[in-house]
């Protein structure tokens, strides 16, 4: 064969190849989950937890971008149960959200079949369970997303990857302490901070020389945490789906729900170190520690426990510091600063102000004074079923308003592809942390003090993180810019899971006329009825 006929022949090889790629469906995995109690020991005594597969924290899942994940989850406990992906966004698709205004829960005995897809998505998160005050029993574990094959990395793969789930945790029993919650009393601090579900004794293993990926989400109810390693720096390189421009840290915050990714190398003289989590801006400091074990160590841990500036100003300028890196990619190969979300119109500005009062001699916790209680049937299914009042949209208002706070099924009503700021202020004395389902936003800017018009000019228009939550300190505002581009009902709240539960929280409906499955997707086949859905045809 010449060799011209040569190179077109492997020419036409690598096209078919590379069509077939193009044309094969996105992969699937499947999963099954059942859903039990067990006896867990994260303080050493025995504890009741919700477990996965006998697992406390649940099982890892490990995919890549664009995936297919088909998760069957049997609940084999004595109340209804749900669990929520958060930072998956679910796109087109808010029934498999998993939280009460959108999902039917799982009652006992029973199975539904999630059907996610990780489409568009990289990076570091967590799923939770979203009923009934569960989250203080467990049931979170990591999810981790990778690049596809071909799609650049902008660092080196490391040896390994860890996850390192960090949170605080109450020896009560989650019964306990919802019946606390019901009843109208607070909630009293945390006992103790869980690493990887336990309260002691966690170790990571490194070989010397050798780069690390951890990837370290806040899955507890309240406290803002700092994660540091005794004489090691951490490369910070992803955000919650984000790379980031790698910058160096001693320590790093980790509000409420957030995730990130950090480097770290053993290059220190072969010993053990301290893993050190402590609890941020708290009454009273809540420590853990854990082990990083070098395999070739020659001595035990020693030495001081590594500190942490306690100022909010170090934390605030941390967090302004954490940037994206506009020409690294993503999950496409385009680079992540290729959308100029700075040149975009806002269409629309929300300011969302917090506050706690008291309903029916019951302690309430609100944003904009309404303070959120759950419908008999999930917002979405009222939605797509056309069942009257269950929730009416504009239920809340989108500019803070003045008066007692009042009982509310709180929906906010939104055009499908507005370009929104939403300005969260925040007049507490604690770090409050507000997430938001179905989507990452851009966090322009975050500042001590009352947010005005004129606070823009500081806002970040350039390279600002794109992320999926996100801290506002005490008596401070945080602002976002957030492309309304996935139709649903969505919710947005706080991470601070006793005000969650309490009313501080709210969802956005992300509503268009259009009824075509390019721009939401339809219920699924198998989803479960309930409330005044029960008996309509899906
Ligand atoms: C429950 O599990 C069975 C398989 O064991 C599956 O066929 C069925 O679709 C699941 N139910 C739901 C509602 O997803
Ligand atoms: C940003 O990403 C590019 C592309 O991967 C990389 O070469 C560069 O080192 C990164 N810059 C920083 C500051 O992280
Ligand atoms: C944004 O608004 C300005 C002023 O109203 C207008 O001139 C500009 O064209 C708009 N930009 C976009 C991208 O719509």
């Known amino acids: 064969m010449a060799v011209k006929e040569k190179y077109n022949a492997s020419l036409l090889i690598v096209l078919s190849i590379l069509i077939i790629v193009v044309m094969a469906e996105d992969p699937y995995r499947y999963f099954q989950w059942h859903i039990t109690y067990g006896d867990i020991y994260p303080m050493g005594v025995k504890q009741q937890g919700i477990l996965i597969n006998k697992m406390f924290p649940g099982p890892e899942i490990r995919c890549v971008t664009n995936d297919n994940l088909i998760i069957n989850v049997f609940n084999h406990l004595d109340e209804p149960f749900l669990i929520s992906w958060a930072g998956i966004q679910n796109r087109k698709n808010s029934f498999q ?5 959108t999902t039917c829960p799982i009652p006992p005995g029973k199975n539904y079949t999630y059907a996610l897809q990780v489409k568009d998505q990289i990076g570091s998160f967590y799923y939770f369970r979203s009923l009934g005050f569960h989250k203080a029993a467990g049931g979170f574990g990591a999810i981790r997303i990778s690049s596809r094959p071909l799609i650049p990395v ?3 793969p490391p040896a390994d990857d860890y996850t390192v789930l960090i949170g605080d945790w109450y020896k009560t029993n989650h019964k306990a302490l ?6 109208g009393r607070k909630l009293p601090l945390p006992d103790v901070i869980l690493i990887n579900g336990r309260g002691s004794g966690a170790k990571l293993n490194v070989q010397p020389g050798k780069t690390y990926r951890l990837s370290i989400s806040n899955v507890g109810l309240q406290n803002s945490l700092n994660f540091r390693i005794q004489n090691h720096m951490m490369k910070l390189v992803e955000v919650e789906g984000r790379h980031t421009i790698q910058t160096q840290f001693s320590s790093l915050d980790v509000h409420v729900g957030q995730s990130y990714s950090v480097l770290v190398t ?3 003289p072969p010993k053990d170190y301290y893993i050190v989590v402590s609890s941020r801006f708290t009454p009273q400091t809540l420590i853990t520690g854990g082990v990083l074990h070098y395999s070739n160590s020659a001595g035990d841990v020693s030495g001081p426990l590594p500190d942490v500036p306690d100022s909010m100003s170090w934390s605030l300028n941390q967090a302004r510091s954490i940037r994206t890196n ?3 990619g993503g999950p496409r190969p385009n680079p ?3 959308y100029h979300y700075g040149m975009i119109n ?3 500005t929300i300011r969302l102000v917090t506050s706690a009062g008291q309903i029916g001699g019951k302690q309430r916790y609100a944003v904009n004074s309404a303070s959120f209680y759950p419908s008999d049937t999930p917002l979405k299914l009222a939605d797509y079923f056309k069942i009257d009042g269950v929730y009416k949209p504009g239920s809340i208002s989108d500019q803070p308003t003045s008066g007692a706070i009042f009982p509310m099924t709180s929906v906010l009503q939104a055009d499908y592809k507005a370009f929104v700021e939403i300005v969260f202020q925040n007049w507490d004395n604690i770090v409050q942390s507000w997430h938001f389902d179905g989507y990452s936003f851009f966090v322009v800017g975050m500042e001590f003090g009352k947010w005005s018009t004129a606070s823009r000019k500081i806002y970040n228009l350039n390279d600002a993180v794109s992320r999926c939550t996100v801290q506002v300190y005490p008596r401070s505002w945080t602002a976002i810019y957030v492309a309304l581009d996935n139709v649903g009902m969505w919710n947005l709240r706080s991470e601070l899971w006793e005000r969650q539960y309490l009313g501080q929280q709210l969802y956005m409906r992300v509503y268009t006329t259009s009824t075509s499955l390019r721009d939401e997707y339809q219920i699924p086949k198998n ?4 409330g005044r859905a029960i008996g309509h045809h899906k």
């Open 266 to 268: 053993a290059n220190q």
């Open 154 to 156: 902008p660092f080196p």
């Open 346 to 348: 806002v269409t629309r």
């Open 336 to 338: 992540q600063g290729s």
């Open 326 to 328: 506009l020409t690294a």
């Open 527 to 530: 989803a479960l009825l309930c």
């Open 178 to 183: 919802r019946a606390q919650l019901d009843s």
């Open 97 to 101: 959200d998993g939280v009460y205004g």
